[in-house]
Nanobody
Framework: QVQLVESGGGLVQAGGSLRLSCAAS????????MAWYRQAPGKQRELVAT???????SYADSVKGRFTISRDGAKTAVYLQMNSLKAEDTAVYYC??????????????WGQGTQVTVSS
């Protein structure tokens, strides 16, 4: 079982920056992708950014140009640099690791979530 521990959330003024970190408890075998999701009060969880095992990245339109996803060389940690934060970025942010197993199915691991609050 893989444990994911997130850190870096907090309260920041609009226009400010935060860096989220997520560390896995061990090396991830059959890693497919690492990602950040967020969930605002009363809304569904949404995908914010993804980095594949090959290093390709993708972003939600709402964060393009402001957020950057990255990972460490060992692929056991994923980061989210958030710049030019807006009030609408306020949410609980979750890191996600997806594996694609040899049998052909996928499974997901989730962090506990970290609160990001942007004051306007």
């Amino acid at each position: 079982q893989v444990q994911l521990v997130e850190s870096g959330g907090g309260l920041v003024q609009a226009g400010g920056s935060l860096r989220l970190s997520c560390a896995a408890s061990r090396t991830i075998l059959f890693l497919n992708s690492m990602a950040w999701y967020r969930q605002a009060p009363g809304k569904q969880r949404e995908l914010v950014a993804t980095i594949t095992s090959g290093g390709s990245t993708s972003y939600a339109d709402s964060v393009k140009g402001r957020f950057t996803i990255s990972r460490d060389g060992a692929k056991t940690a994923v980061y989210l640099q958030m710049n030019s934060l807006k009030a609408e970025d306020t949410a609980v942010y979750y890191c996600n690791i997806r594996r694609r197993l040899p049998a052909g199915y996928e499974d997901d691991y989730w962090g506990q979530g970290t609160q990001v609050t942007v004051s306007s």
